[in-house]
């Protein structure tokens, strides 16, 4: 399965997983090939555990999205 892959709304899989998020999000965080993508993205879920995960194997804190959102405005945005 391609946890990369979209629907029409622009949510991926992961979306719609119930369970531990953070086992969950770590899982699907090693399958993604871009450090930086996977924090984005466990950031979204608000699974902090991944969060750290991705920041101690390199990624960017400051990045920000393709629309200019920092990591705490996505955070926000998701309610976490």
């Known amino acids: 399965a391609n946890p990369m892959i979209t629907d029409k709304n622009g949510k991926r899989p992961y979306h719609y997983v119930s369970g531990n998020k ?6 699907i965080a090693a399958s993604y090939s871009n450090i930086n993508l996977a924090l984005q993205d466990c950031t979204i879920m608000g699974a902090v555990a991944c969060v750290q995960h991705a ?22 945005k998701n309610q976490h």
């Open 22 to 27: 953070d086992i969950i999000a770590l899982d």
């Open 55 to 76: 920041l101690n194997n390199g990624g960017n804190i400051n990045m920000r999205n393709a629309s200019g959102d920092t990591l705490l405005i996505l955070a926000t």
